[in-house]
Structures are given as C-alpha cells and as structure tokens.
C-alpha cells in the first residue's frame, strides 16, 4: 500500500495533517535540479510544486505508478491535463478551488481600475518629475462581462458591485441562474461585447477558450472598451489583439501573455493602451494561509476515504482521457 506524500510546502509547516502517510518534502528546487524525495511508486498523493517550471512540475508524472491523487495548488490545471497519458488510470485530479479566489479578484479589480484612471501614465510622469493632470475613466457606471463564471469569477463580482458598475453580464460553459442573477452560456459572448465597457477574462484554458478572444471576439467590442485577462494567456490571439491596440480602438490591462513568459522585444511590450503584469494573480499573502488549509482539508478527506474537494476529473483506461468532472 503506497502512503507516501509529496508536499512542495515543508511538512513541519502545515498544522493539522492526518496521521498515517509519510510526509515528504518536493518542490523541484530553484533550477529543477532537487532529487525526488523517495521512491516515485511509493507516492500516493502528488501534490504539484507551485510556481515552479512546466518541465519541473510535470516531471514526475510518469514515475508515478501507483498515485491516486494529484492536487494542483492553481485553480487552472491545463498543464496536467496536457500530459494525461502519462498518468496512469483512476488517479483523481482536484485543483485549487478555494485557494485564488481572493488574490486573482483583487488584482482583476486592480487592473481595470490602474487602466481606467490612467496609473501607468502617472507612474511615468512621476519619474519624469512632472504634473500631468487630466481627465480619466471610472469603473463606476460601467458595463461589464465576466467571461468565465467560476468561483474566481464570481469573487471578481463581489468586488465589482461597490464600485457602482451599471451591469455585470456572466458567461459560463453553460446556462444557469445564480444568486446575483442569469449566467450566460459562453455561445452568448458576442452578442454581449457591443454593450460592454470591460471585459474580464477569467476562464480555464481549454480546447473550447483556446484563441476564444480573436478577431471576431475583439472586432466586437466597442470603441474604448478595456479587456483585462486574468485567465490564461492562450485564451486571447496574441496577434488579432495587438492590432486592435495599434490602431488605439480598445486598451487592454494582461495578468498573462502568450508567449509567457513575454520576451524582451516582444512588440506587446511597447504596444499602446496596455498594461502589463507578470502572472500574479495567484502569488500574493493571501496563497499560503488558504493553500495550507486545503491540503489539511484534501489529505484528510483522502486518508478517510471520504468524497474529495474539487475534483476535476479521473484517468480513464489505457492511461488517457477523463472519466468525469
């Protein structure tokens, strides 16, 4: 019976984890070089290293023989879902639902407004040493789409309301109705886009949101309309959105870039009305503390057998594919 499992968070630093498994500590190392903590057929829960490279991350899945769970700590999980027929059949995979909420919101809220009220010009006639009034949008009054209604999404709403927005317009994967109102099936995006001053991109990567916002998508949008992504960035063509900011019709506020990490040179660095920060939605004060509480959560869920949180689906036969949601 493997009970051994992988922690990139050191053991000793988690209050609360179930007895029973062995804790060990692996989170790939500064330059990936750090030896697996034991024996890869030993692990029974893979927790994966955050924020560390693609190849380090995925490195030891197909050592991995006898895993039954790997927990990402993102609330996206498109790198590992990439690699399924590495992964052997019936390993449940959950992601980080819970943990990004918080932090991913903040910052949505954080760029729309540093675009709308023109922070990044401030901050360079700052170190210019020069005043340079002048008059700039407010968040207040604003149409805006969300367009992937998760928790994360649904986390960037709470905070959009006291701002005094005019409306909020939700897109999911599919049709539903919430508390704060209609959720709109993703089909709907286009029609919604004339209306909508901000567009917030908030959706997992997937076969379905890869290159969603192209051409048609950004042609859509009206005049002087802002997209900000927090999602991931694959979602936008990179290209189709730089010539709708050349030509200075929309502005844009991007969390994530495609390519990522965004090269020096990179025209999209020098491109008009955009604002850009590198990934860090997720990494802020607010991960550690609510990362912690999931694993203790997770892992005793696990050492109980008891239903898992979060579980985004379960390898099928032959080492591919998923099983369920």
Avoid at 4 to 25: K, T
Avoid at 77 to 82: E, R
Avoid at 131 to 139: C, D, E, K, R, V
Avoid at 293 to 313: C, G, K, M, S, Y
Wanted: glycine content about 10%; aromatic content about 4%; hydrophobic content about 40%.
């Amino acid at each position: 019976m493997t009970s051994d499992v992988w922690l990139p968070i050191p053991p000793e630093g988690i209050d609360g984890l179930p007895e029973g498994p062995r804790y060990l500590f692996w989170d790939g190392g500064d330059n990936g070089d750090q030896p697996f903590p034991g024996d890869p057929a030993e692990c029974a829960v893979y927790v994966v290293p955050y924020m560390k490279r693609l190849s380090v991350r995925v490195a030891p899945l197909e050592h991995l023989t006898n895993v039954r769970l790997i927990q990402t700590l993102t609330a996206g999980v498109d790198d590992i879902t990439a690699r399924l027929s590495a992964i052997a059949p019936g390993v449940r995979l959950c992601n980080a639902r819970g943990v990004h909420e918080t932090s991913t919101a903040e910052l949505a809220l954080t760029l729309t407004l540093a675009a709308l009220r023109g922070i990044p010009g401030f901050v360079r006639a700052q170190r210019q040493e020069r005043w340079a009034p002048g008059f700039h949008q407010s968040l207040a009054d604003k149409n805006v789409v969300i367009v992937g209604y998760g928790a994360i999404g649904a986390a960037i709403e709470d905070r959009l309301v006291p701002f005094e927005v005019a409306r909020v317009a939700r897109l999911a994967r599919s049709r539903r109705t919430t508390a704060r109102g209609l959720v709109h099936p993703i089909t709907d995006v286009l029609s919604l886009l004339p209306e909508a001053d901000v567009v917030i991109l908030c959706t997992p990567l997937t076969e379905d949101t890869r290159g969603l916002v192209d051409a048609d998508f950004l042609g859509r949008m009206k005049d002087g309309a802002l997209l900000v992504n927090v999602a991931r960035g694959p979602v936008v063509d990179t290209k189709a959105l730089l010539a709708e900011l050349e030509r200075g019709r929309i502005t844009a506020a991007l969390d994530v870039t495609d390519p990522e990490p965004l090269p020096p040179g990179h025209p999209l660095w020098q491109a008009p009305g955009v604002l850009i920060s590198p990934h860090v939605g997720g990494p802020s004060s607010a991960f550690l503390p609510r990362a912690k509480r999931l694993l203790v959560d997770q892992l005793t869920r696990f050492v109980h057998q008891e239903p898992l949180r979060n579980v985004i689906l379960t390898t099928g036969p032959g080492t591919a594919g998923a099983t369920g949601r």
